[in-house]
């Protein structure tokens, strides 16, 4: 039976090699990132220019740097972004804007065994606080919840990301399983990160089994619950 990971590569349990076939055969019905409109935003497919908004973004750096995109400044580096964020297959990448303004971004599993899997949730510290993470999620739910009735939506989140979890709660997510997780950016940074820089998610990560691991939350939004996009009576 194939299957999909929490990344969307979909391979058989049985290890066959069968990965390849079953990803072209649902390429014909996933290809198509059309732009979504709503909240005030508009959700693009990336193109160039849209690559090179989001090379100069403020970066956030640890324990959030996975989301960093300075990368995006070399060239060579850019343009095989852009052809991963373009390929067909069950993936859709889009950029936020705002305007002509990038302003975040977030990317769609479409065949993930646990549902329609949000990921790659990153608004950059310039456009932050804005209400941009919550209007981009609920422009993008909206559409699916037309185009996939009745699947409901799932994402994972690292414990420590008390910022999106406000967000994702305001959306109508909850938690439904929390577990220790091999996250290897994180891992490979903890190698590295002073003590202090450690401390604030102290309590999120542990060293076990000889390597560093992180708690993540499993959320899930059946479809169709109410979203909240507007600041709350107590926020600032
Ligand atoms: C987490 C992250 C996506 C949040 O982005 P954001 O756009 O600032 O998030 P929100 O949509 O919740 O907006 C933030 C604030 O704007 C306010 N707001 C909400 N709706 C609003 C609206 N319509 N208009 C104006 N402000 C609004 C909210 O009160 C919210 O306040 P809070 O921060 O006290 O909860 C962003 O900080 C980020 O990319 N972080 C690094 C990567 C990361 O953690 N990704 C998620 C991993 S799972």
Redesign the pocket.
């Given at each position: 039976m194939a299957a999909a990971t929490a990344h969307g590569a979909l391979s058989c349990d049985c290890r066959c090699g069968i990965e390849k076939r079953v990803d072209a055969m649902i390429t014909p019905r996933t290809a198509v990132t059309a732009p979504i409109e709503g909240e005030g935003l508009q959700l693009r497919p990336w193109d160039e220019g849209l690559i090179a908004q989001m090379a100069g973004w403020r970066e956030?750096g640890f324990p959030?740097h996975a989301?960093d995109l300075a990368h995006l400044r070399d060239p060579q580096k850019a343009a095989a972004a852009l052809a991963w964020a373009t390929e067909p297959g069950p993936h859709r990448h889009f950029v936020v804007c705002e305007g002509d303004t990038a302003v975040?971004r977030v990317s769609v599993n479409l065949k993930d065994v646990s549902g329609l899997y949000i990921w790659a949730?990153?608004?950059?510290?310039e456009?932050?606080?804005?209400?941009?993470?919550?209007?981009m999620l609920a422009a993008l739910m909206r559409a699916l919840e037309v185009e996939f009735p009745g699947e409901d939506f799932v994402?994972?989140?690292?414990t420590f990301?008390e910022?999106?979890h406000?967000?994702y709660q305001?959306l109508g997510f909850a938690v439904i399983e929390t577990r220790w997780h091999f996250d290897r950016e994180i891992a490979e940074r903890l190698w590295k990160v002073s003590p202090a820089e450690r401390e604030p998610i102290a309590r999120h990560i542990r060293f076990h089994g000889g390597r560093w691991e992180v708690r993540t939350h499993v959320l899930k939004r059946p479809h169709g619950v109410p979203m909240e996009?507007?600041?709350?009576p107590g926020?600032?």
């Open positions: 956030y959030y989301f975040g949730v990153h608004v950059p510290p456009h932050a606080g804005l209400g941009v993470c919550r209007r994402l994972s989140s690292n990301a910022h999106a406000r967000a305001a996009t507007q600041p709350g926020s600032p």
